[in-house]
């Protein structure tokens, strides 16, 4: 399936929404080693920085 | 024209070796000094044409090209998509080009979801095969990564003569490309609906 360009951002939790608009919860990476949240919004329309704001 | 009208100079009534001078307005012999100059150029004419032709046997002969050349865009061969199973790109003959020695293939990771198990993660393999679609030897694989962002992803590398490298996620092959080979995406780990890796594989030939 392919997908709209997506820019990604992390945080420590789903409860914790990066800063700017724009942001969908995509779901959870976890590892032996970290565990954290993992949102995307399309980068056609905020650009593709994936820098929190 | 008087060289037209002088007569020529003669000697027992048979023309000898002479040249029309215009500031004299008359035919005078060549000497010994008009030979010996002649010969001279002459001795200069054949060493250049000596050095020309050892130039061009040897390959020291130097030439000048003209023209631009054109930047090569990686060609993509996995579209971007979420892929949370194995995907496999095959690469016929048919699409390599004749004079590629060489090749980059790099996985291009976007973002990662999925919950990964020690061990567990993305990985770029390439295969080759000695006929058709069958036969496979493993050339190169990464190791699993679970990384997203920088460090990301993976590159194969394949071409003759470099220096073999297996950091595990830049890994050089020093061989030559087979016109027949497929570059393999796998994963592991629990993806819940939605999730797994946001990548792209692509190909980059070499010459």
């Known amino acids: ?53 | 024209m008087s060289w037209e009208t002088k007569p020529l100079l003669l000697k027992n009534g048979l023309p000898i070796p002479q040249q029309f001078d215009p500031a004299l307005d008359e035919w005078v012999e060549y000497t010994n000094e008009d030979i010996k100059a002649l010969r001279s150029e002459l001795a200069l004419v054949k060493t250049e044409l000596q050095t020309i032709k050892a130039n061009q046997l040897s390959g020291d002969q130097k030439v000048t090209l003209s023209g631009t050349i054109e930047p090569q865009d990686n060609i993509v061969i996995g579209a971007r998509a979420v892929r949370d199973s194995f995907e496999s790109f095959f690469v016929p003959p048919s699409t390599v080009p004749a004079l590629a020695r060489g090749v980059i293939i790099t996985l291009v990771v976007y973002g990662v979801t999925g919950t990964f198990a020690s061990g567990e993660g993305y990985q770029l393999e390439l295969l080759e095969h000695a006929f058709g679609s069958t036969q496979a030897k493993k050339l190169a694989s990464t190791l699993p990564s679970t990384v997203s962002g920088n460090q990301s992803g993976g590159i194969i590398k394949v071409y003759p003569g470099i220096e073999k490298i297996d950091n595990h996620k830049y890994v050089d092959v020093p061989t030559i490309i087979n016109n027949n080979f497929r570059v393999i995406f796998s994963v592991t780990g629990t993806f819940q609906a939605g999730e797994g890796i946001d990548c792209e594989v692509q190909l980059r030939w070499l010459y």
Do not use: H
């Open chain 1, 1 to 53: 399936m392919v997908i709209l360009n997506y820019c990604y951002a992390e945080t420590p939790n789903k409860e914790t929404i990066p800063a700017g608009d724009g942001w969908e919860f995509w779901g959870m990476r976890n590892t032996p080693d970290e565990s954290v949240a993992v949102w995307r919004r399309d980068a056609d329309i905020y650009g593709e920085s994936e820098e929190q704001e």
